[in-house]
Every structure is written in C-alpha cells, then in structure tokens.
C-alpha cells in the first residue's frame, strides 16, 4: 500500500496550499482518512479526518481554516489550507485507517509558512 503526499512548501503568513495524499488503497471508500502533523520535539497530532462516513473533524487551532476532503473516485484526500500562520509549520502526513491492522501512512510533505 502506497500513501503519496504532495503539495507541500515555503508560504508567507496569510496565504494558501493544497495538500493531496494518492493511495493505492483499492478500497479506499471504506478508510477513514485523516492528515496529522508534527514539528520537533512533539508529538504527532491530528489536524482533521475525513471518515468513511459521517461529518469531518478538525483540531481546534484550525477550524474555520482548513478544510479536509476525500474524492473516492481517485483514492486521493486533499487538505485545503487557508490563511496560514507560522504555527501552522510543520511536516504534514496523511493517513488512512479500516482498523489497527489496515492503517497506513503516508511519507510527509514540509509546510513552512514564513512571518
């Protein structure tokens, strides 16, 4: 299984990217997808996820802002960043998980937004 997260780079404060995660889950409708970031020192952490079904979640420090989507048809999950901010740098992962055995990750895509 193949996770490839792309869409990373350098973005001043208040701008945009588009991160998009491709899988070669064959069954990627029945996942919960979900992208999580992490910065040194810290823990990884959970940005948003997008379940099989049901309504998305986000963190709190990015409500409002970012916007996790799933188009089945292509196994790809995307995270629509607006209005970013410094604290918003960090490396950026994709997910998809059916359950503890069928979790996968994706290798990470940097996101550094300047000041």
């Known amino acids: 299984v193949q996770l490839q997260a792309s869409g990373g780079g350098l973005v001043q404060a208040g701008g945009s990217l588009r991160l998009s995660c491709a899988t070669s889950?064959?069954?990627?409708?029945?996942?919960?997808v979900a992208w999580y970031r992490q910065v040194p020192t810290k823990e990884r952490e959970l940005v948003a996820r997008?379940?099989?079904?049901?309504?998305?979640i986000y963190a709190d420090p990015v409500k409002g802002r970012f916007t996790i989507s799933r188009d089945n048809a292509k196994n790809t999950v995307y995270l629509q960043m607006n209005s970013l901010k410094p604290e918003d740098t960090a490396v950026y992962f994709c997910?998809?998980?059916?359950?503890?055995?069928?979790?996968?990750w994706g290798q990470g895509t940097q996101v550094t937004v300047s000041s």
């Open positions: 889950l064959s069954t990627f409708e029945r996942y919960d």
């Open positions: 997008a379940p099989s079904r049901g309504r998305a």
């Open positions: 997910n998809a998980k059916y359950n503890s055995r069928l979790d996968f």
